[in-house]
């Protein structure tokens, strides 16, 4: 079945399912939401309600190692920015800190913010000057813009694929 034989059925669902991917893609920006994941649970919501016709299996196992791959930048690509820049355990450790801090405290924003904050201030406490303190959290800013970036490379890859092969 082409895109011009759609059932309305298999259009609501797809219409359902690229809702949730979008909503995904607003998760890279708002972190409280989680971004590549429902990007793969459309895609896998639409290939189970269309019995795996357009979108397969070994589309879904590679969206599913690509979520994997961003997962993991995710969680370590603030940790890479700030050991890039020089941050020492003390700014590790704070930026792990101010992660937890940052959501209880501050949600979307605060886990933007509470990572470089952290980072900032275990570095002064760890005994290293304001400014290179300043240099480790500004590592783990750009540890995050870097992995955003490439999440949003990888979303928009998985979403024009889906779109492709259900059309």
């Known amino acids: 079945m082409d895109g011009q034989n759609m059932g309305i059925w298999e ?4 219409v359902i399912s690229l809702i949730i991917m979008v909503v995904g893609m607003a998760g890279i920006i708002v972190p409280i939401i989680p971004s590549i994941p429902l990007i793969w649970i459309g895609a ?3 290939a189970l309600f269309t019995h795996f016709e357009k979108i397969t299996w070994m589309i879904l196992l590679i969206f ?3 979520t994997i791959f961003s997962i993991v930048l995710e969680n370590l690509g603030n940790v890479y920015g700030a050991k890039r820049f020089g941050a020492t355990k003390w700014g590790i450790i704070g930026s792990i800190i101010g992660t937890g801090v940052g959501f209880y405290m501050g949600g ?3 886990l933007i913010l509470g990572p470089v904050a952290g980072t900032v201030v275990f570095e002064v406490i760890g005994g290293k000057s304001y400014k290179g303190a300043l240099k480790s959290g500004l590592g783990n800013f750009a540890g995050f813009l870097g992995g955003s970036i490439v999440k949003i490379i990888i979303g928009l890859a998985m979403i024009i694929i889906f779109i492709w092969k259900v059309f």
Do not use: E
Not at 11 to 14: E, R
């Open 108 to 110: 979307p924003i605060g």
């Open 44 to 46: 896998f919501l639409y």
């Open 64 to 66: 599913a190692l690509l």
């Open 11 to 14: 259009i609501i669902l797809f």
